[in-house]
C-alpha cells in the first residue's frame, strides 16, 4: 500500500513541477526508493527465499566404469560435492552396486535406475571415453546433456579432470556452462541383432576378418579423435557437419582417408574370403553374413555435451596430443 501512495505522489509531483531538470532528479530519486521498497515488501512476505538458495537445484543421472576400480576411485568426492550443492542423485544401479559392493563405499542415492529407465537435469559420466560412450548410448533421445569426468587416460569426450570436480560443479549450479550438440550416425541393415542399438556417437566400423586391408572406420568429427586418428583418420572440428571415412591398414598407399558431407547416406558391401565380417557400433561388435548389406547415415538426433566456458576444442587437442611440448634438456 505505502508503495501505491509513493507512486501517486510522484505523479503529482511530475504534474505540478514544470522544470524538467528537477522532475528527472526527482523520478530518478523516486524510482530508487521505489525498489528498495519493493525489495523489503516481498522479503518480508517471503522470508524463507535466501541469496544461498537462488541458485540451480539439479537432478543429476550418474553413470560410470563397473571394471576399473581406479577409474571409479574418484566417486566418493564426486558425491560429496553433489550433496553439498543439495542436488538431487539417480544412479545407474550397476554402478551402485559397484561401488558399495566392490569397493565399499558409504554412498547414497535418491534413485537407482536400470537401462534408460532415469530422467534427469544433466548426466554425469565418471570414467573414460568408452563410459562416456555407454552413458551416450542410455541417454538416447532424451536430449539431456552429459557431462564427462575423466578417470581414464586420454578422454576427449570426458574432458573434465578430477581435479577439476569441484570448480566445475560450482559453475554448472550457478548456470555457467555451456553445451555442444554432437553428430550421430545410424547403421541400417537387415541384421536384427545390429538393430537393438544401432546408433554411435564416435564411430562405425566394419571390420574384414581375413582381407589384407582390416576394415574401414566411418566417423563423426567426435569420433575423429578416437579410433579414426589412430588408424591415420584426419581431426575434424565438431561442428563441421562432416563424416571421415578412413581405411585401416590399407592393402595399397593410394588408399587414402576421405571426408564428406554428414547429410550423404554411406553404402557397403563387403566381400571377405570367410564369408563374414565384424561391424562394431562405438566398441560394440556383431559378425555379419558377407550378404548383408550395410547403410550409414547421420541419425535424426544429437547428444549434447557439457563444456566449461574456458574449455576450447584446440585448447584440448594441444593438452591431449602434447602439440608445441619439446622433452627435450
Partial sequence: MFTLNLVIVLRYICRKNTNIIISCLII??????????F????????PNLHPELMILLMKFAIFGNTYQAKKSSHALRLFQLLRRQKAEICMCRDFYQFLTTELKMDIHADHLFDGNDFDADMVISIGGDGTFLKAARRVGRKGI????????RLGFLADISPEEMEETFDEIQAGRYSVEERSVLQLICDEKHLQDSPYALNEIGAYLNTYQADGLVIATPTGSTAYSLSVGGPIIVPHSNTIAITPVAPHSLNVRPIVIRDDWEITLDVE???HNFLVAIDGRSETCKET????IRRADYSIK???RFNHIFFDTLR??????ADGRR
Avoid at 593438452?319 to 608445441?324: C, F, P, T, Y
Wanted: aromatic letters at 10%; a positive charge.
Fill in 305 to 307: 555435451v557439457v563444456k
Fill in 28 to 37: 530518478r530519486n523516486a524510482l530508487w526508493v521505489l525498489f528498495w521498497l
Fill in 145 to 152: 546433456p552429459i557431462l564427462g569426468i575423466n578417470t581414464g
Fill in 292 to 295: 548383408t548389406q550395410l547403410k
Fill in 39 to 46: 525489495k523489503v515488501e516481498i522479503q518480508e512476505k517471503m
Fill in 272 to 274: 571377405s574370403r570367410s
Fill in 319 to 324: 593438452s591431449k596430443m602434447m602439440w608445441g
